[in-house]
């Protein structure tokens, strides 16, 4: 696609929920990266796949979280049993294998009632 | 991964020149420096990148001394609309681990 898509735009779900974020990275691009942040704050390394490999998945904030990706395109982050503290936007972005370029979506805005 | 040091928040003017410095003391030879906008509710948005020297766009200007141990994005002429949070990121090429600084809250005022 033109850009990294990302759904559903917003989510609130209740607490103890499981909830499924996508992301469609820009054709191509081998290299992606989730994030997450919170209102107010930075952006949170969660996990990165190159391909359908993730080499490092020490971002994940817990066992609650799990994240992948098929078809070296698009990928899912999961979250198990939703806190009310997983409430944050979850943001993607894609590179290119060789790109220097990151490329993030709009995000997928959770809220955990 | 080159660690990150910018200031936390800048305020400036509208029609001002402004200059945010990020501080990169272990960059490593094949990293680039890439900076992003953040607006709220959006997602970041890539500005401009450089290796080295005098990177200059359409909206910016990034300045990158010989050492290349700090770069200074420089934003001419802002107006209100310049407001939001700019990263400053150090990396190599695509697939890898990224981790981003704070950040820099730029507000711009009349």
């Known amino acids: 696609g033109a850009g990294v898509s990302q759904s559903p735009s917003n989510k609130v779900t209740e607490k103890g929920k499981d909830v499924e974020l996508r992301c469609d990275p820009i054709s191509g691009h081998t290299a992606l990266y989730w994030y997450r942040q919170s209102l107010g704050q930075g952006l949170e390394f969660l996990i990165y796949f190159q391909g359908n490999s993730a080499p490092d998945k020490s971002g994940l904030p817990s066992d609650r979280f799990s994240a992948e990706r098929t078809g070296g395109s698009v990928s899912t982050l999961t979250i198990q049993r939703t806190q009310q503290e997983d409430s944050a936007v979850y943001l993607c972005?894609?590179?290119?294998?060789?790109?220097?370029?990151?490329?993030f979506g709009e995000g997928s805005w959770l809220t955990v009632v | 991964l080159a660690k990150t040091t910018q200031p936390i928040s800048m305020d400036s003017y509208e029609g001002q020149e402004v200059n945010i410095t990020c501080s990169h003391n272990?960059?490593?030879?094949?990293?680039?420096i890439t900076w992003y906008q953040q607006f709220p509710s959006q997602g970041p948005r890539f500005i401009i990148q450089?290796?080295?020297t005098k990177v200059t766009n359409e909206v910016a200007s990034l300045f990158i001394p010989a050492d290349r141990k700090s770069s200074t994005l420089s934003l001419p002429r802002v107006s209100l609309s310049d407001t939001a949070v700019y990263y400053c990121l150090v990396h190599t090429g695509g697939g890898n681990k990224l981790t981003f600084g704070t950040g820099t809250q730029l507000k711009v005022e009349l």
């Open positions: 972005a894609s590179s290119s294998s060789q790109g220097n370029t990151i490329y």
């Open positions: 272990n960059i490593a030879t094949n990293d680039y």
């Open positions: 450089g290796y080295k």
